[in-house]
């Protein structure tokens, strides 16, 4: 049973998280052999402030940005 660990940063819409993890999903099936009702995907969603790249959050790059 695969399981998939996705992290994202929050503010995409549901309907690209679905087709997010119907592709994960469907591309699973294909590489792996298993059924689509074994495939298990975690989507865990962080705010802007929880994300840093070189020590700078996501928020501040985008405060920055505007």
């Known amino acids: 049973m695969p399981i998939i660990e996705m992290h994202l940063l929050a503010g995409r819409s549901t309907e ?14 294909e590489t792996l052999g298993v059924g689509p009702e074994q495939v298990r995907v975690l989507i865990t969603e962080h705010p802007d ?3 840093a790249v070189g020590g700078i959050t996501i928020g501040q790059r985008k405060q920055e940005a505007s």
């Open 16 to 29: 690209k998280k679905r087709n997010a993890v119907a592709a994960v999903t469907s591309a699973l099936v």
């Open 49 to 51: 402030e929880h994300f």
